[in-house]
Antibody
Framework: EVQLLESGGTLVQPGGSLRLSCAASGFTLTTHALTWVRQAPGKGLEWVSAISAGSGTTFYAGSVKGRFTISRDTSKNTLYLQMNSLRAEDTAVYYC???????????????WGQGTLVTVSS | DIQLTQSPSFLSASVGDRVTITCRASQVITSYLAWYQQKPGKAPNLLIYAASTLLSGVPSRFSGSGSGTEFTLTISSLQPEDFATYYCQQLHTYPDTFGPGTKVDI
């Protein structure tokens, strides 16, 4: 069974740093692309970042580019999100999710982890 | 970035109602659109991908249609467990943006 388990969310001060983890089971990170999606309290979903299968090419939303870094440790089968220069507006539940690719080129996010809460506040 | 809009943003309905949610993209995304359902305090769940393909295990009362820039999610007969927030997502071009959501309430 494919499962994703996020961890690392906590209270952090503005300007601080935090690293989130997403432990994957049931598949290997090198063969599947993964993404981070966040949801601020009472708000909608916001796509944050993705890392491709194979080469590990990375992609970022404009709101986090230059501050957040997505990476993976294949030996631990774990995805990471390093978040620097955190702002109050980064407060959110952060979900990791696995991309599924179909032969026609279409993609989808399934499954998702349960999420981890990051609160940026003094 | 590709922008998505959803209408309505809020929908009040009753059990048994037919419900339609519309998602519009700011540029052509062919059929690279997915629909997710989210209940309070839970992670989103995929319902439909490639605009109209129902994920295995999702009830057949859910259906999706559209291509290009306009898409719809239809629930043919609303059930109590369907009261939730629904999001569309374009997966044509990074960043894979989401629509703002449609809350379906009683």
């Amino acid at each position: 069974e494919v499962q994703l388990l996020e961890s690392g969310g906590t209270l952090v001060q503005p300007g601080g740093s935090l690293r989130l983890s997403c432990a994957a089971s049931g598949f290997t990170l090198t063969t599947h692309a993964l993404t981070w999606v966040r949801q601020a309290p009472g708000k909608g979903l916001e796509w944050v970042s993705a890392i491709s299968a194979g080469s590990g090419t990375t992609f970022y939303a404009g709101s986090v580019k230059g501050r957040f870094t997505i990476s993976r440790d294949t030996s631990k089968n774990t995805l990471y999100l390093q978040m620097n220069s955190l702002r109050a507006e980064d407060t959110a539940v952060y979900y990791c999710a696995k991309y599924h690719y179909d032969s026609d080129g279409s993609r989808r996010l399934d499954p998702w982890g349960q999420g981890t809460l990051v609160t940026v506040s003094s | 970035d590709i922008q998505l809009t959803q209408s309505p943003s809020f929908l009040s309905a009753s059990v048994g109602d037919r419900v339609t949610i519309t998602c519009r993209a700011s540029q052509v995304i062919t059929s690279y659109l997915a629909w997710y359902q989210q209940k309070p305090g839970k992670a989103p769940n995929l319902l439909i991908y490639a605009a109209s393909t129902l994920l295995s295990g999702v009830p057949s009362r859910f259906s999706g249609s559209g291509s290009g820039t306009e898409f719809t999610l239809t629930i043919s007969s609303l059930q109590p467990e369907d009261f939730a927030t629904y999001y569309c997502q374009q997966l044509h071009t990074y960043p894979d943006t989401f629509g703002p959501g449609t809350k379906v309430d009683i």
